[in-house]
C-alpha cells in the first residue's frame, strides 16, 4: 500500500514514497537532487544515461518503463510536448505506471497537450498533474521554484509535498491551468526583458550610465527580478545561457496557439516578443533570453538597414 504520509521538506525525511524521475538536463537534475535531499527514494532516467548517473544517491534506471514500475509519484522534465508524448505513451511507460501513482509533468508544454495526456492516462486510471515551473537554474539549484500546478484536487494534494521539495506550488486550476500560468509567466518574462533592454539600450545612445540607471531604478515602480537579474547580464554583456532563447519562444508560440484555441483575436504584446526572439535565433543563435538586447542593437544597427 502506498504511504501517504505527508512530509517537511525542511527536515530532509521523505514519506517513503518512491519517485520516478525522467529528464535530468539543466533543470531537471538539480529538481531531483532537491527531491532526493528531501529523503525521498529516486529512481532517475535520462535519455543521454550519464545525466542521470551523475545523481548521487539516485537509481539509474535503463528506460522510462523500467523506472516508473515501482513508482508513487512519476515526474517529467522533458524539453517539449513531443518528447512528453513519446516518453510517455511511446516507450511503453504509461502502461508500466500503477494505477495508484500521480504522475507530474513539470515540463513546459501546450495546454491541449497537458490536457490530452491527462485524459489518456486516466483511461488508465491514473491521476495527472501539470505542474511547470519558472525559476530557471538559480531556482531549480535553491529549491525556490514557482511551481503552477493544474489537475484534480486530489491529485495535487497527493504530489504537494514531493513539488515543495522543489519549490512554491500552487493550484491554480483543472488539467492545462498549470500550462496556461506558466505561458502567462512566460509572457510577462519575456515582454519585461524587451523592455529592460529597449530602456538601457535608450539610456546608453543618450550618454547615460546603464548601470546607474539600473540602480537608480531600483525600487521604484520598473522594479523586478528581470530589472535585477536580466539588467545586470545585459550590463555585463554576459549572455551565458541560463535560460535558453529557443525555449523562451517555444513557450511564446505556445501562448500563440492558447490564444488562437481561446479565440483571442489579438495578442500583439506576445507576438511582438516572439518575433524578437526569433530574430534573435537566427542572428545571433540561442543566447541566453536576456540576449534580446542584442537583437535590439542589431534592429538599430545603420548597418543592417
Known amino acids: 500500500m502506498t504511504d501517504t504520509t505527508p512530509h517537511n521538506p525542511a527536515t530532509g525525511t521523505g514519506s517513503g514514497r518512491r519517485i520516478a524521475f525522467l529528464g535530468t538536463g539543466l533543470m531537471g537534475a538539480p529538481m531531483a ?5 528531501a529523503g525521498y527514494p529516486v529512481t532517475a532516467w535520462n535519455r543521454s544515461r550519464p545525466k542521470a548517473e551523475a545523481l548521487v544517491g539516485a537509481g539509474v534506471a535503463g528506460s522510462p518503463a523500467e523506472a516508473v514500475r515501482e513508482a508513487d509519484i512519476v515526474v517529467l522534465m522533458l524539453e517539449n510536448g513531443g518528447i512528453v508524448e513519446e516518453v510517455l505513451f511511446g516507450s511503453g511507460a504509461a502502461q508500466a505506471i500503477s494505477p495508484a501513482a500521480v504522475v507530474v509533468d513539470m515540463s513546459s508544454i501546450k495546454p491541449a497537450e497537458a490536457q490530452d495526456h491527462a485524459a489518456r492516462l486516466a483511461e488508465r486510471g491514473i491521476a495527472h498533474v501539470d505542474a511547470p515551473v519558472s525559476g530557471g537554474t538559480v ?57 529592460v533592454a529597449e530602456a538601457l539600450m535608450l539610456a546608453a545612445r543618450g550618454g547615460a550610465d546603464p548601470a546607474k540607471v539600473r540602480e ?55 507576438e511582438l516578443t516572439a518575433g524578437l526572439f526569433r530574430d534573435l535565433l537566427e542572428h545571433a543563435g540561442d543566447l541566453d533570453h536576456s540576449g534580446l538586447l542584442v537583437e535590439l542593437e542589431r534592429r538599430n544597427d545603420p548597418a543592417q538597414a
Not at 167 to 189: S, Y
Not at 232 to 260: C, Y
Open 139 to 195: 531556482g531549480a539549484e535553491a529549491g525556490t521554484l514557482a511551481i503552477m500546478a493544474g489537475g484534480e484536487t486530489e491529485a495535487f494534494a497527493k504530489a504537494e509535498a514531493v513539488l515543495a521539495a522543489m519549490g512554491r506550488p500552487v493550484h491554480v486550476g483543472p488539467h492545462g491551468a498549470g500550462q496556461l500560468a506558466k505561458l502567462a509567466n512566460q509572457i510577462i518574462v519575456g515582454v519585461t526583458i524587451g523592455a
Open 33 to 37: 537532487r532537491n527531491i532526493l535531499r
Open 216 to 270: 537608480a531604478l531600483r525600487g521604484g515602480f520598473a522594479e523586478s527580478r528581470i530589472l535585477d537579474l536580466h539588467a545586470e547580464r545585459m550590463i555585463a554583456r554576459d549572455f551565458t545561457t541560463r535560460g535558453r532563447s529557443v525555449t523562451h519562444l517555444k513557450d511564446l508560440d505556445n501562448a500563440l496557439d492558447a490564444g488562437q484555441r481561446l479565440a483571442l483575436a489579438k495578442t500583439p504584446y506576445t
